[in-house]
């Protein structure tokens, strides 16, 4: 395993953790709303960008694990010759898919996380809610990152086939 892999991996566990912060937050705020008759402002904010990210570093992780899915029925049954054809079609895909990902997210990410006023003072773009914070540019910035992340995990991917060094079997599991 490469260190990029280990890296990536061990983002995607600590990123994990943010699929029960919002069960957290959502608990939090079912109670606050019928409990207590106070609903949070903040809630389903922050319960949005932590699924965003969470959602678009977890493609990363299983990636980098080799756990993405595949048509098992198709896959399994094919001769090694096929399998390898197989593998590297879908990774020209997703590298073709996420390299225009990528370089169609950083100008957006870029217009909406990087805005600074005349004094310097930074201004992201705002949700627009009554917490008004800088949701869409954290999400647009993520999808960027996650983006970019994907791909160096599919170029690494399709370096090790072409050299032969990339396992076509998904590694076994314990249920």
């Known amino acids: ?11 995607g566990r600590g990123l994990s953790w943010g699929f029960l912060a919002i069960a957290a937050v959502m608990v939090y705020e ?4 019928y409990g207590f008759n106070a609903p949070t402002s903040w809630a389903h904010e922050i319960a ?4 965003a990210v969470a959602f678009v570093f977890g493609g990363v992780y299983c990636m980098a694990e080799r756990s993405h899915m595949r048509i098992g029925l198709l896959f399994d049954g094919a001769k090694p010759r096929w399998r390898r054809l197989a593998e590297a079609l879908s990774l020209l895909c997703g590298a073709v898919y ?3 990902l990528a370089l169609a997210m950083w100008p957006i990410s870029q217009k909406s996380l990087f805005r600074f006023s ?3 003072a930074w201004l992201p773009e705002r949700s627009g809610t009554s917490w008004n914070t800088a949701a869409p540019a954290i999400v647009k910035f993520a999808l960027f990152l996650g983006a970019a992340l ?5 170029v690494l991917q399709a370096w090790r086939l072409l050299r032969g060094r990339l396992a076509l079997d998904p590694p076994d599991r314990e249920p």
């Open 48 to 51: 949005g960008v932590l699924a």
């Open 1 to 11: 395993m490469h260190q990029i892999d280990r890296v990536l991996l061990r983002i």
């Open 150 to 154: 994907f791909l160096a995990v599919i």
């Open 118 to 120: 005349p004094e310097g």
């Open 30 to 33: 079912v109670a606050a709303r």
């Open 98 to 100: 996420l390299g225009g």
